[in-house]
């Protein structure tokens, strides 16, 4: 036989039945990679005494310590390849103790003498790796350039002041470390949003209304001024009305002020039927570019962003024209050069240039044509250096890092020579 029910109001007892608990008790564990860095400044002083050695012939930095490993840094005058005729100078940061599967990072520097800040910089921190950081098998395993400077452009160069270089090396260590199992809290995600939302769809402590066309919203006055300069101005600012209860809003459709509310109060992009219903007025891309011009309007940078990315997914060959003369009128930057490459491929191009749209651009925004331009010569050159590179003879580890180029995919050795093969 069950015990009875404690007694109670029957609002407190409906109350304790809908009770559900915020937070459970559980556990968690996580493994955390990082890296470990440290830097290293090398100089070679009488530059020109060390020419002429030989190549594979090197001068050797101090040993320098980064997580637990020692690291030094070679620099072959003549070149470590006996075929490049000494046209390069090479260097290379070798693991120089112990050890076994040591994955690293490594930045590399040329240090312009003349404090212009004209650094040669090549690294591998703060991007994404293809194949993640490089694996050294062993001690005495390398890494580096072959053909990091051509020789005669160093020596013209900067770079080489009163017979002297100077070279700055960052490594990175990557430690892994587990955290085990505790006892935790855990903590649903925030509901804040969908509760404001709430808030807004029923009305209540409204004291603002929205004239908008044919249709009226109500919304709160402090809610709509934390979150935009334009709003806080109308209601609080020096020139505001506190006391204001009605506005007139012009040049926006119903829908779409339906649209930068829900934002307001969610922070969030709202899906084209959460604002239209069934009935679908425009497609969702149009909604998006109208809520882009909105939020320029209300000062809401959060909602143009977002609208950008949404953007950007949709861009095709009929679209990107409108989509482009909307950047350019709303400040938006990366979408503006994100249309301008896009257009800007020749595959895209020819089609483009038919539309009925980027034939209004052509009218309205004639200067649009200029940055085209320049951002295919840009496009054109980048896609030659490219046919040049891979109709070249020379290694893939031999870009020139002189010419302005990011150096060639580094090559990780050891000093015998013998080439090791990266890990992925």
Same mark, same amino acid.
């Given at each position: 036989?069950?015990?009875?029910?404690?007694?109670?109001?029957?609002?407190?007892?409906?109350?304790? @039945?809908?009770?559900?608990?915020?937070?459970?008790?559980?556990?968690?564990?996580?493994?955390?990679?990082?890296?470990?860095?440290? %830097?290293?400044?090398?100089?070679?002083?009488?530059?020109?005494?060390? *020419?002429?050695?030989?190549?594979? +012939?090197?001068?050797?930095?101090?040993?320098? %310590?980064?997580?637990?490993?020692?690291?030094?840094?070679? =620099?072959?005058?003549?070149?470590?390849?006996?075929?490049?005729? %000494?046209?390069?100078?090479?260097?290379?940061?070798?693991?120089?103790?112990?050890?076994?599967?040591?994955?690293?990072?490594?930045?590399?520097?040329?240090?312009?003498?003349?404090?212009?800040?004209?650094?040669?910089?090549?690294?591998? =921190?703060?991007?994404?790796?293809?194949?993640?950081?490089?694996?050294?098998?062993?001690?005495?395993?390398?890494?580096?350039?072959?053909?990091?400077?051509?020789?005669?452009?160093?020596?013209?160069?900067?770079?080489?002041?009163?017979?002297?270089?100077?070279?700055?090396?960052?490594?990175?260590?990557? *430690?892994?470390?587990?955290?085990?199992?505790?006892?935790?809290?855990?903590?649903?995600?925030?509901?804040?949003?969908?509760?404001?939302?709430?808030?807004?769809?029923?009305?209540?402590?409204?004291?603002?209304?929205?004239?908008?066309?044919?249709?009226?919203?109500?919304?709160?006055?402090?809610?709509?001024?934390?979150?935009?300069?334009?709003?806080?101005?109308?209601?609080?600012?020096?020139?505001?009305?506190?006391?204001?209860?009605?506005?007139?809003?012009?040049?926006?459709?119903?829908?779409?002020?339906?649209?930068?509310?829900?934002?307001?109060?969610?922070?969030?992009?709202?899906?084209?039927?959460?604002?239209?219903?069934?009935?679908?007025?425009?497609?969702?891309?149009?909604?998006?570019?109208?809520?882009?011009?909105?939020?320029?309007?209300?000062?809401?940078?959060?909602? *143009?962003?977002?609208?950008?990315?949404?953007?950007?997914?949709?861009?095709?060959?009929?679209?990107?024209?409108?989509?482009?003369?909307?950047?350019?009128?709303?400040?938006?930057?990366?979408? *503006?050069?994100?249309?301008?490459?896009?257009?800007?491929?020749?595959?895209?191009?020819?089609?483009?240039?038919?539309?009925?749209?980027?034939?209004?651009?052509?009218?309205?925004?004639?200067?649009?044509?200029?940055?085209?331009?320049?951002?295919?010569?840009?496009? @054109?050159?980048? %896609?030659?250096?490219?046919?040049?590179? +891979?109709?070249?003879?020379?290694?893939?580890?031999?870009?020139?890092?002189?010419?302005?180029?990011?150096?060639?995919?580094?090559?990780?050795?050891?000093?015998?020579?013998?080439?090791?093969?990266?890990?992925?």
């Amino acid at each position: 036989m069950s015990s009875p029910k404690p007694s109670g109001t029957p609002e407190l007892d409906d109350a304790m @039945d809908d009770f559900k608990p915020f937070s459970a008790l559980g556990s968690c564990s996580r493994s955390i990679s990082e890296t470990v860095n440290r %830097s290293h400044q090398f100089t070679i002083k009488g530059y020109s005494l060390a *020419k002429g050695m030989g190549a594979g +012939k090197y001068i050797m930095s101090d040993t320098f %310590s980064v997580g637990g490993y020692d690291w030094a840094i070679y =620099f072959y005058p003549d070149g470590k390849n006996p075929e490049d005729n %000494s046209l390069y100078v090479s260097v290379f940061i070798a693991l120089a103790s112990e050890g076994t599967d040591v994955r690293a990072l490594f930045k590399l520097t040329l240090v312009d003498q003349t404090e212009k800040g004209n650094d040669k910089v090549h690294s591998h =921190f703060d991007r994404p790796l293809e194949g993640g950081p490089y694996t050294l098998k062993y001690r005495g395993s390398m890494w580096g350039y072959k053909r990091f400077f051509r020789r005669t452009q160093l020596e013209a160069s900067e770079y080489l002041k009163n017979d002297c270089l100077v070279m700055h090396c960052t490594v990175g260590v990557v *430690k892994t470390r587990f955290e085990g199992s505790k006892q935790s809290v855990i903590v649903p995600w925030s509901d804040m949003g969908q509760d404001l939302k709430e808030l807004l769809e029923s009305e209540v402590g409204c004291d603002i209304v929205f004239k908008v066309g044919n249709e009226s919203f109500k919304a709160h006055k402090l809610i709509l001024a934390a979150r935009s300069p334009v709003f806080r101005a109308q209601f609080f600012g020096l020139v505001g009305d506190p006391s204001l209860d009605e506005l007139v809003v012009e040049d926006i459709e119903p829908f779409i002020f339906k649209a930068l509310l829900l934002f307001v109060y969610t922070d969030k992009l709202p899906d084209v039927y959460e604002v239209m219903g069934l009935t679908l007025m425009c497609t969702h891309t149009v909604m998006v570019q109208h809520l882009l011009a909105a939020g320029d309007l209300y000062n809401l940078d959060r909602l *143009k962003l977002l609208c950008e990315s949404k953007l950007c997914e949709e861009i095709n060959t009929d679209n990107v024209a409108t989509i482009l003369a909307l950047a350019e009128q709303h400040h938006c930057p990366q979408l *503006k050069a994100i249309c301008l490459r896009f257009i800007a491929n020749p595959a895209n191009l020819g089609e483009v240039m038919q539309s009925e749209a980027f034939k209004q651009l052509r009218e309205t925004c004639p200067w649009m044509l200029l940055e085209l331009l320049e951002t295919f010569a840009m496009v @054109d050159e980048n %896609s030659n250096q490219a046919l040049s590179r +891979k109709r070249s003879g020379s290694s893939v580890y031999g870009q020139d890092f002189a010419d302005g180029a990011a150096p060639a995919p580094a090559e990780s050795t050891n000093p015998m020579g013998r080439r090791l093969r990266r890990r992925t």
